[in-house]
């Protein structure tokens, strides 16, 4: 079931306000079994404010035992299921850098690389050459010509670059050319299709054209592509919600998620506080708010217990400033979760608390992942946020009669 | 995954008895945070001790954050997946006022309005005339015929009432007349497709003949329709779950559900120890009873938190006259939450318990929103609801070997 034919057919406007604060990666784990995790060992009284007047639930991403990338967890907190919805590699690649894709885009994610006089890769990563270096050879690479195809030339860190193809048609239906090991030649970029047959020809043209302007390059002479994607093309948070959605978030990649939705970006913020800032400011300008905060994330995936409780600490210190606004519908929970003690993005239910007037308080009082899971959401799938939301926030009418 | 599909090959047959109580919007909200809801304040100690004897859980009546109509909700506790049966609006009127449509007919909701002189709507609800005056305009209306097409016209409330053609093949896929608004002419009815175009067409000839007849009715001169909709078709109970079902209920709305499911509508009891005298008296001839109690909906719609927990009560008292029958299985539910806190449906999760011998007992002790959610059967789509209840009464076979 698309929750979106339910949502897209319910929908009804009002004046109500509803803000998704998304900790990254917020959920965790203890140290040692039977300790605290980093949640809960944080001092977070405006939080547990919030669990004592809302509904606390664990929030499932993607499916019980699915770790997400930051691509399909956020799609599933946005409402898109994301075994549904998916972002192409290349398509995400663009995204995190900012890169507006386009409806008539098809992007690949680029490794610069070094070959031998065989013509064999040898260094599939090109040494890893620092960013600097490669932003100058990509700059260099924008002088590639393909008849009928616009071409975007993006650098991303050290070996990585994506190059967008645009014309109208394109299709993104085609092989890698990362054969993946050294010792061989880089493949050709082969179409699967039909419709991906002139994507294919046109990556052929610009890997040619920039062998020539790479040849005498001494740490990367040549390139390889994978991950060709279109853009996603998911219907709109106006379409499917019928909601004006604004997204505040600092690090490239949210703000291209949220795009993706049909959120509008605003500010400029670079920390929390800004970003608050922008909530305020922006607060008649929109029925939704995204504010995504990545350290709880990055802590997390650092293995620094202590860093992402105090990351948790000063965004509890923030919730008095968002309450203030008076939102009609405040949830907070996270993508994913990001246990310090695995150092990575993990499967687990990510703590979260809905608040509204009609929310049907639970026993909850401190918020942490083995309250939450006893919540009065429960244990739920990611897609049906926003249906809760919404419904809370008096934006769903009866379905049927 | 369609429940049904497994239900129809693990089906056994034996002498259980399965009883479905449904308090018709039963779950509710505090009036204030932290406060008790209409349930919690209610004194249920039979409820209270088959909580005790019983499993809870927190049935989510179409998916969450969705707040269903009577059809959807009965359809879900019936076990047929709202979203994918659907009652059209037609089909509802017909069968909330009892009339027991077939497999070939259409039904449409109709109102009564006003045209002037020019044959433009003055008023879409005719003044909201009085039952017994609409009453005698539609038996006015019983004269018309349309060749090859079997008509029947009935009266519903005020300005509505109920228009069913009758022939082998008919489809309901047509348009509003209604424009939704004054001062423009009623529409034709459009067929959208060309099985419809039969239905259009007697609709058509329909609304022609009933102008002539209404013509100088100073009240209501015309009239409209909508929400063209065929039987719904759903598998029976028979079918799908090898039950002889019976259904106990006051309102023509939920007796007609029932008789879409295929249930037998026993008795003319017009109060609820009127149903418990009618189930006790059907009791050998069925294996399976639904028992629909509206007024903790009613008093819900109402805003009438006091009058909601007093019918609560009032069910509660009748618990040992049903339990004294000793059913196989004992459930007790709601198609829906309608807390009087929102005067209306809501999608809150509706408090429910089963009994049976194997139930495994959870440890929950009182009845309520909180403590339900928390049970041995967590929250659980309504569509699992029939499953549990077969596999409690011994009636489902093991899957695969």
Redesign the interface.
């Given at each position: 079931?698309d929750?979106h034919?339910?949502t897209r057919v319910?929908l009804q406007k009002n004046e109500s306000k509803i803000v998704l604060l998304v900790a990254d990666g917020l959920g965790g784990l203890p140290l040692e079994p039977g300790g605290k995790t980093e949640l809960e060992t944080a001092q977070t009284p405006h939080l547990d404010a919030l669990v004592?007047?809302g509904i606390c639930g664990g929030l499932i991403p993607v499916k019980p035992g699915i770790t997400p990338g930051s691509g399909p967890g956020h799609l599933s907190l946005f409402g898109y299921d994301p075994t549904q919805y998916k972002i192409g590699r290349g398509a995400l690649e663009a995204t995190g850098i900012g890169f507006e894709l386009g409806p008539n885009d098809v992007a690949a994610r680029c490794n610069f690389c070094t070959v031998d006089a065989q013509g064999n890769i040898s260094d599939r990563r090109a040494g890893r050459i620092p960013t600097p270096e490669s932003s100058a050879l990509v700059e260099r690479l924008r002088d590639i010509k393909v008849e009928g195809v616009e071409l975007f030339v993006e650098p991303v860190k050290e070996h990585r670059f994506v190059v967008v193809f645009r014309a109208e048609g394109l299709a993104g239906n085609v092989e890698d050319t990362d054969p993946q090991r050294t010792g061989v030649a880089p493949l050709d970029p082969v179409a699967r299709d039909e419709p991906s047959r002139r994507t294919a020809e046109a990556a052929r043209q610009f890997i040619a054209q920039a062998r020539t302007i790479l040849a005498d390059q001494p740490k990367a002479n040549c390139l390889t592509m994978r991950g060709f994607a279109r853009h996603p093309h998911l219907p709109s948070y106006e379409e499917v919600y019928g909601l004006r959605a604004a997204a505040i978030a600092v690090y490239p990649m949210y703000r291209g998620l949220a795009r993706l939705a049909g959120m509008q970006v605003v500010g400029k913020a670079q920390t929390l506080d800004e970003q608050v800032e922008v909530l305020a400011s922006e607060w008649p300008n929109y029925d939704f708010f995204f504010v995504h905060f990545k350290y709880t994330d990055s802590t997390g995936e650092d293995g620094d217990f202590a860093g992402k409780v105090r990351r948790i600490e000063e965004l509890d210190a923030m919730i008095p400033r968002i309450t203030a606004l008076k939102p009609t519908v405040l949830i907070v929970t996270g993508d994913h979760s990001t246990p310090s003690f695995l150092r990575a993005h993990s499967w687990h239910p990510v703590p979260t608390v809905l608040v509204a007037?009609?929310c049907?308080?639970?026993?909850c009082r401190t918020f942490g992942e083995r309250q939450c899971v006893?919540g009065?959401?429960?244990q739920?799938e990611g897609k049906?946020l926003?249906?809760?939301?919404?419904?809370?926030a008096g934006r769903?009418?009866?379905?049927?009669?």
């Open positions: 079931m929750m034919d339910l319910l004592a007047r007037d009609a049907r308080t639970d026993a006893q009065g959401l429960g739920f049906y926003m249906p809760l939301a919404l419904a809370n769903l009418e009866k379905f049927g009669a």
